[in-house]
């Protein structure tokens, strides 16, 4: 078991420069060195000779954008020293620092223990990013119901900040299985052991958040889906019947222009004073056109009436 504090060098967003020469300095493996320039990777954990090497992706959840904002923290254990890199804005290193500043008894058990500490620092601050998403889902239950109409592509960006953040939990959950399968070959006292098993317990309640959320919100798609299509069918049911109603009203306003139109037909074929017309000057003319008028009106209105146009 160890008994002396490894020394802990942190650099936050270091140049490329700066990490090439820290590499020199080490002695690194040439992979090593060309994982420790290239960020953005995967969480992995990985052995060069005697440097162990890890990728932790930490978390954060911002309300306002509903994003999950991601860091990388690189960490470098070696027999007598450690050296963690940051890249992006995360306090997990400093939140582990501090919390190992003055327990020297965990600090004597060497540099797996910092690891440890920065994983339960990472890992603690995955539970803020849950409670963000169970609240945020929360929030889209109420809007699904009450129709409102931006709630798919809420919906839809959601899903993917939950599958992100699914993918950084499972990937470091390979992190600390791979640890774990290397207790008893690389001698990992017991203290340390039972620390990063309640590290894992944490990690597999973020995990199974994380697969109920996608459940949750696959289901709040579906019924989404429903209710926006049966929003369409009544919409169509009211454009239909609206319809309807217009063509009714043209109908009847056909009708009636109809049923106006042939005496004014009438009048205006007789109000021509032509001298030649027939019956012009006929004693029962004007009787006769009014009669004409008024059959041609009552045969009108009761043709669109059996049509039921009126």
């Known amino acids: 078991m160890r008994t002396t504090t490894p020394n802990w060098l942190n650099l936050v967003q270091p140049t490329t420069d700066r990490i090439i020469a820290l590499a020199d300095d080490l002695g690194l493996h040439d992979l090593l060195r060309e994982d420790l320039v290239q960020a953005h990777q995967r969480p992995k954990l990985e052995r060069y000779d005697d440097t162990l090497f890890a990728v932790l992706h930490t978390a954060r959840y911002a309300d306002a954008a509903e994003e999950v904002q991601f860091a990388e923290v690189h960490v470098l254990v070696r027999p007598d020293e450690i050296v963690t890199i940051t890249h992006g804005a995360t306090r997990a290193v400093a939140t582990a620092r501090r919390r190992l500043r003055d327990d020297q008894e965990i600090m004597a058990l060497g540099g797996e223990a910092i690891l440890y500490g920065v994983l339960d620092a990472v890992v603690d601050e995955y539970s803020p990013v849950v409670k963000g998403l169970a609240h945020d889902i929360a929030e889209i239950d109420y809007e699904v119901f009450g129709g409102d109409a931006n709630v798919s592509r809420r919906i839809w960006k959601l899903t993917g900040q939950v599958a992100a953040f699914d993918r950084a939990s499972r990937s470091l959950r390979e992190v600390l299985n791979g640890l774990i399968a290397g207790f008893a070959k690389h001698d990992v006292p017991e ?32 019924v989404n889906a429903a209710l926006m299509s049966q929003r369409q069918i009544e919409e169509i049911r009211e454009l239909n019947e609206a319809g309807r109603q217009e063509n009714e009203a043209m109908k009847k306003i056909s009708a009636w222009a109809a049923i106006i139109f042939a005496p004014s037909l009438i009048g205006g074929i007789y109000g021509m004073n032509f001298d030649t017309m027939p019956e012009l000057h006929w004693e029962y003319g004007y009787p006769f056109a009014l009669a004409l008028m008024v059959v041609a009106m009552v045969v009108l209105w009761a043709m669109f009436k059996f049509k039921r146009w009126i």
């Open 191 to 222: 203290t340390l052991r039972s620390y990063l098993r309640d590290v894992a317990d944490h990690l597999t309640v973020v995990t199974e958040s994380t697969d109920h959320f996608r459940n949750r919100l696959r289901d709040i798609l579906t």
